[in-house]
């Protein structure tokens, strides 16, 4: 079977403001809003970087290897992306009856008073610079790279996860109702 090589690579432009490095199959990204590193150790892909562009070469003329080629342009993508304009999560708290109180304390989320528990609920931030700020109903998640912020809401969607009980009665928790590029703080 023969393929057309163009289709096996394709070609990312990286946006004025960010700066990529590569260092075996480690890609630094430095951009206005922080700086990240993905390893494309696991995604067999080959990988090249000058002028300001990435070329990205995929592994074999099959359909999987078109599929990974693109996956890589789309991370990539999206950490470019991130560092200059960032992204933002907005998460609702939801209670019927204890008062659910979020707080971020360095590196972690505190969620206190969950279904009336004693005991604080505790989960990570996810990246250097992703950034958790409860205002009032509202836990606002901001960051540079797609992946650390959405991973830092699952957790905490999922630290207030009711157990045991019937989800359609016991509605209490913590849920993402909103999802943007951009950092607004609103």
Not at 31 to 51: C, H, M
């Amino acid at each position: 079977m023969y393929t057309r090589p163009e289709k096996m690579q394709d070609v990312v432009e990286v946006p004025d403001g960010v700066t990529v490095t590569k260092k075996k199959h480690m890609l630094g990204f430095e951009g206005p809003l922080g700086k990240t590193f993905k390893s494309f150790r696991s995604i067999p892909v080959g990988i090249e970087v000058a002028d300001g562009r990435i070329t990205l070469k995929a592994a074999g003329p099959r359909k999987r290897d078109y599929a990974i080629l693109h996956t890589a342009r789309s991370i990539i993508k999206n950490i470019c992306e991130g560092l200059v304009s960032g992204y933002t999560i907005k998460m609702k708290v939801v209670f019927a009856h204890f008062p659910i109180t979020v707080k971020a304390e360095g590196g972690e989320v505190v969620i206190e008073n969950f279904q009336g528990e004693r005991a604080a609920r505790r989960t990570r931030i996810v990246g250097p610079t992703t950034k958790v700020a409860p205002k009032g109903d509202d836990v606002i998640i901001t960051g540079a790279v797609w992946t650390d912020v959405t991973q830092t809401a699952a957790n905490i969607e999922l630290a207030t996860r009711v157990k045991g009980k019937d989800h359609r009665v016991f509605l209490d928790g913590i849920y993402a109702y909103e999802k943007s590029k951009g950092m607004t703080e609103k």
